[in-house]
């Protein structure tokens, strides 16, 4: 069966520094999709950064980029210049070939002033 | 354009009560998602619809839990009768197709009961 696994429920880091997430899955399946989604507390789930397997360049949106290891199956987001806005639970999930989206357990991120 | 709508925001019931939520996906989506989350975890899904037909309802609870996608447009996830293990957040979530798209989430619903 294929996993995700987020080994981090909890990270804090002090605002404007940088600060990676991890993120591990595993699959037998060689062209996949990878996300990362935030979840704002009571506030709604939205995409942070996707990544196709098949692309070996590491996909970069402002200030969140994701470090993409396919051999290792890994697949972490750092996020750079932390903002107080960036405070939330943050969750790694895979596309699989029947489409169904499998989630990690959640990173919850503390933004420390 | 306006996202993925979803109402009540908010139910409290009793158990053995029954609950209905409603979801709006973004227009032209055609696949809906429901998702449960539970405090702490993931979400799981419920249902997937490609249209107004079920393309994946493996894990969802069919002795107390339906859905159905009125026209291919909006969808209403019914409990009934509901169970203390049912108090979670309700995540409906659409994309423009299947395969690659990437979903877009309504608020939820949370859902509590007592």
């Known amino acids: 069966a294929q996993t995700v696994t987020q080994s981090q429920p909890e990270m804090s880091v002090q605002e404007a520094e940088t600060v990676t997430l991890s993120c591990t899955y595993d699959?037998?399946?060689?062209?996949?999709?990878l996300f990362w989604y935030k979840q704002p507390p009571s506030r709604q789930m939205i995409l942070v950064i996707r990544q196709e397997a098949y692309k070996q360049q590491n996909a970069t949106e402002n200030r969140f980029s994701v470090n993409f290891q396919k051999a290792a199956k890994s697949f972490s987001l750092k996020i750079s210049d932390s903002q107080l806005g960036d405070a939330a639970m943050y969750f790694c999930a895979f596309k699989d070939s029947n489409y169904q989206l499998i989630w990690g357990a959640g990173t919850k991120l503390i933004i420390k002033p | 354009e306006a996202g993925v709508a979803q109402s009540p925001r908010y139910k409290i019931i009793e158990k053995r009560q029954s609950v209905a939520f409603w979801c709006n996906p973004i227009s032209g989506h055609a696949t809906l998602y429901w998702y449960q989350q539970i405090l702490g975890q993931g979400p799981k899904l419920l249902i997937q619809?490609?249209?107004?037909?079920?393309?994946?309802d493996s894990q969802l609870p069919k002795d107390r839990f339906s859905a159905e996608r009125l026209k291919g447009v909006d969808s209403t996830l019914k409990i009934q009768p509901a169970k203390l293990e049912d108090s979670a957040v309700y995540l409906c979530?659409?994309?423009?197709?299947?395969?690659?798209?990437?979903?877009?989430f309504g608020p939820g619903t949370r859902l509590t009961v007592l």
């Open positions: 699959t037998s399946e060689s062209d996949y999709y």
């Open positions: 619809f490609q249209n107004n037909g079920v393309v994946d």
């Open positions: 979530a659409s994309s423009l197709v299947v395969d690659t798209d990437t979903q877009y």
